[in-house]
């Protein structure tokens, strides 16, 4: 059974980092894009990056570029969100996903999705 899931969320003040990891298990992620989203109480998910599967092409959402970076190791069949540079408004449920196919930053392309991690940014 394919399965993702989310570790790395924490309290942090803002301006502080964190590493986001998502571990597969049950299929070869190496063979599928991956994507990072987030949820807020009362809004939207939305898309914050996605990587390829051999790491060519990446994808980021305005407001994080220059804060986050998503990278792959697929010896360990793990993708990393490292966020830097965090504020308040980033505060938010982070889910990883994945698909066999090209990066998009659109939920609905994804089949398989984590359970997600939190993150808080607050002071």
């Known amino acids: ?16 980092s964190l590493r986001l990891s998502c ?3 049950g299929f070869a992620l190496d063979t599928h894009a991956v ?12 898309g914050i990056s996605c990587i390829d599967s051999r790491s060519v092409s990446t994808y980021y959402r305005e407001s994080v570029k220059g804060r986050f970076a998503i990278s792959r190791d697929n010896a360990k069949n793990t993708v990393y969100l490292q966020m830097s540079s965090l504020k308040p408004e980033d505060t938010a449920n982070y889910y990883c996903a994945a698909r066999p ?10 089949p398989y999705w984590g359970q997600g991690t939190q993150v808080t940014v607050s002071s």
Do not use: H
Request: aromatic share 8%; charged share 20%.
């Open 1 to 16: 059974q394919p399965q993702l899931v989310e570790s790395g969320g924490d309290l942090v003040q803002p301006g502080g």
């Open 23 to 25: 571990a597969a298990s």
């Open 35 to 46: 994507a990072w989203f987030r949820q807020a109480p009362g809004k939207e998910r939305e």
């Open 101 to 110: 196919l090209a990066i998009t930053p659109t939920s609905r392309e994804y």
